[in-house]
């Protein structure tokens, strides 16, 4: 027997990269994002307020037009996507 799956699903990808400072104030930095073509930051009710290609190893992305609260940021590769929560101050 095997695992049976409904629905529809993302594939989530497992890679590393650091991400600081958590809170945030204005800049937040991801680093070591070799793979990841994009980055997505939704509030919390799902909207995506940031939306951002990637070219790079590292990532420096303004978040000082964004209200204080709970986000959720989304990075996408090949492999899937990974997703982590951060705080804006």
Do not use: C
């Amino acid at each position: 027997w095997g695992d049976i799956y409904f629905g529809i699903f993302n594939r989530k990808a497992e890679f590393t990269y650091d991400m600081y400072p958590n809170p945030v104030t204005n800049k937040l930095t991801i680093s070591g994002v070799n793979d990841v073509n994009r980055i997505e930051i939704f509030d919390i009710s799902g909207r995506v307020v940031k939306s951002v290609e990637v070219a790079s190893e590292k990532v420096s992305m303004n978040l000082s037009d964004l209200q204080s609260g709970v986000y959720i940021i989304s990075l996408h590769n090949a492999k899937g996507i990974q997703t982590a929560k951060f705080i804006k101050n």
